[in-house]
């Protein structure tokens, strides 16, 4: 079964980067395409953007410029960073694979992190 | 790119069947049938119900189906049980500047 385990400070200042690893068991990240996508609270599900096995990566345009996203496939692990941050940013953020491609099948979820950001 | 359109809630009662819909452009729904759906439970991860507009993942009850009509999709959950009140979300590929759009939501309530 394929699990993913979002990590990373609950907590962020605004102004600063919030960074998030997520770790994927029972597969392996060099393939399929690796997303992320948060839910600010009470709230819908906003696509962030993935990375493929090779490196590719494609992010939503309305935080392309504050967004990267990463592999290290030795640890068999993916992430975010997301730049200066501000209060919109509070949600809680989900890594995600999608099985089929770049379709948008997400098909195994990590569980969520709630960050918050605030002074 | 806007949000999918979807009702803000559904209700039924036990048995009963319900359909949800998700109302896009030509740009996404209509023009891709690459329409998934899935639901999430109060502080849970959401999950896939639904994948490319008809097909269901395994393990997922063949109570909910799903279809595609012009820039509308569906999903239809038969025999509707105290189980699956929650939120639906669509979401759809789209050729618009980034290449997912999620709707906005359904809350599903069985009465």
């Known amino acids: 079964q394929v699990q993913l385990q979002e990590s990373g400070p609950g907590l962020v200042r605004p102004s600063e980067t919030l960074s998030l690893t997520c770790t994927v068991s029972d597969a392996s990240i060099s393939s399929y395409y690796w997303s992320w996508i948060r839910q600010p609270p009470g709230k819908g599900l906003e696509w962030i953007g993935y990375?493929?096995?090779?490196?590719?990566?494609n992010y939503n345009p309305s935080l392309n410029s504050r967004v990267t996203i990463s592999l290290d496939t030795s640890k068999n692990q993916f992430s975010l960073r997301l730049t200066s941050v501000t209060a919109a940013d509070t949600a809680v953020y989900y890594c995600?694979?999608?099985?089929?491609?770049?379709?948008?099948?997400?098909?195994?979820w990590g569980q969520g992190t709630l960050v918050t950001v605030s002074s | 790119q806007s949000a999918l359109t979807q009702p803000a809630s559904v209700s039924g009662s036990p048995g009963q069947s319900i359909t949800i819909s998700c109302t896009g452009t030509s740009s996404d729904v209509g023009g891709y049938n690459y329409v998934s759906w899935y639901q999430q439970h109060p502080g849970k991860a959401p999950k896939l119900m639904i994948y490319?507009?008809?097909n269901r993942p395994s393990g997922v009850s063949d109570r909910f189906s799903g279809s595609k009509s012009g820039n509308t999709a569906s999903l239809t959950i038969s025999g509707l049980q105290a189980e699956d009140e929650a939120d639906y979300y669509c979401t759809s590929y789209t050729s618009s500047s980034t290449p997912y759009v999620f709707g906005t939501g359904t809350k599903v309530t069985v009465l």
């Open positions: 490319d507009v008809t």
């Open positions: 990375i493929y096995f090779t490196g590719t990566t």
């Open positions: 995600a694979r999608l099985s089929s491609g770049s379709r948008p099948n997400f098909d195994y």
